[in-house]
């Protein structure tokens, strides 16, 4: 059974700090989603990740994917208020050629003036 | 463009009653989920669909059903609602595989309340 799990659950940080969140996964899979949400909203894609060594960037955030240690990290780059949200990451488990995905917790992310 | 519909967006359930939350997606998306939310929690895969007339359960299905006659519904019937059924369900879409790059569509989600 795929479990997903998010380090930290609850992030504070200053404006124009750096963070990474962490993303670890149970069982063997090349395909990996990071999402945000906002309070009382619905999810937004930001970044999905196909393969071993995939990097993907957007504006201050930046995503990785380890597929042999089964990691995913999301890089905060000098944050800013507007980033405070809460970030997903989810997991493709595949069975046979069916993409059940499963999400991690969650980290719950305030940026602080 | 709507992409994934969710309706109704609230509903108030009395304890044992059934309801449906119906999904519909103009993308003509193969894949299709259902989510639930608990406060402050993580996304819980209730049921999923890789096609019209295939169905799958995830981690949470008891107490739900699911079918899927057409390619655009995927509605969500639970039957004797329950409080530990009050959540946010999300709807979510995918045209194919990962393989091919798809991210997941998501729904604007429902509240239900069982009381």
């Known amino acids: 059974e795929l479990k997903v799990e998010q380090n930290p659950l609850f992030l504070s940080m200053q404006e124009g700090k750096n963070y990474t969140i962490y993303c670890n996964y149970s069982t063997t899979s090349d395909r990996l989603y990071w999402y945000r949400q906002d309070p009382g909203k619905s999810l937004e894609s930001l970044f999905v990740?196909?393969?071993?060594?995939a990097v993907k960037q957007e504006g201050r955030l930046m995503a990785s994917l380890d597929t042999k240690a089964r990691l995913s990290t999301l890089h905060i780059t000098a944050a800013v208020h507007d980033l405070s949200a809460t970030y997903f990451c989810?997991?493709?488990?595949?069975?046979?050629?069916?993409?059940?995905?499963?999400f991690g917790p969650g980290t719950s992310l305030s940026v602080i003036p | 463009n709507a992409g994934v519909t969710q309706t109704p967006k609230f509903r108030i359930l009395k304890i044992g009653q059934s309801m449906t939350l119906q999904c519909t997606q103009d993308m003509n998306h193969n894949y299709m989920y259902w989510y639930r939310q608990d406060p402050g929690m993580g996304l819980k895969l209730i049921y999923y669909s890789v096609g019209a007339g295939i169905t799958d359960k995830g981690e949470v299905p008891n107490g739900y059903n699911v079918s899927r006659s057409t390619t655009e519904d995927f509605p969500l019937r639970l039957e004797l609602a329950a409080p530990s059924q009050t959540s946010v369900y999300f709807c979510?879409?995918?045209?194919?595989?990962?393989?091919?790059?798809?991210?997941?569509?998501f729904g604007e989600g429902s509240w239900l309340t069982v009381v």
């Open positions: 989810a997991v493709d488990a595949l069975k046979t050629s069916y993409d059940k995905v499963i």
């Open positions: 979510a879409s995918k045209r194919g595989q990962t393989y091919s790059g798809n991210t997941i569509y």
């Open positions: 990740l196909l393969s071993n060594g």
